[in-house]
């Protein structure tokens, strides 16, 4: 009896005991001193050119470059693709560069900024002898027909409903 009673005694005063509104919240908002553009890309080129890199940490080092809001420069992407070859993965360096061209962006940057960059490593690509993924048709889909007369009907667009539509021309 003496437990139940103080049991419940104890659950009253808890409910009247005032509670702080204001809780105390500590962020951390960075750690460090921040890195300069050339510091960045000095670390990661001085990773991709240890001699005893492996598989595993080229592709680690490739992932945290591709977290970054950053396109990388064209010294850091012939360290890459350096790195690669001393590991032997071709498909590796391929995608890379096929990241790179993603990593771009709008098609505008996809047109100015991607061209650079493979203009600014084409030595380092004929001395390796790895293909860009445009050279090795990745750049299309596999199965890619341009004209949709080959897989859509013409009679097709009546039945669906497209003859309706505004610039239906068929």
């Not at 590796?92 to 047109?111: A, D, P, T, Y």
């Amino acid at each position: 009896m003496l437990r139940v009673s103080s049991t419940l005694l104890g659950a009253a005063v808890k409910s009247l005991k005032p509670s702080s509104s204001a809780a105390v919240v500590s962020v951390r908002f960075s750690h460090g001193k921040e890195e300069s553009p050339e510091e960045f890309d000095q670390r990661f080129v001085d990773y991709f050119n240890r001699s005893d890199i492996d598989g595993w940490e080229v592709r680690k080092a490739m992932t945290e470059l591709q977290n970054y809001d950053v396109i990388p420069e064209p010294r850091i992407v012939s360290a890459a693709l350096r790195a690669c070859r001393r590991v032997n993965d071709f498909a590796l360096s391929v995608r890379f560069l096929e990241s790179i061209k993603i990593k771009c962006g709008s098609k505008k940057n996809v047109q100015t900024i991607y061209p650079y960059i493979l203009q600014e490593v084409k030595p380092v690509l004929d001395e390796l002898g790895i293909a860009t993924p445009e050279a090795l048709g990745y750049d299309k889909p596999e199965l890619f027909i341009p004209q949709p007369e080959y897989w859509w009907e013409h009679k097709w667009y009546k039945d669906y409903g497209y003859d309706k539509k505004v610039g239906y021309e068929f």
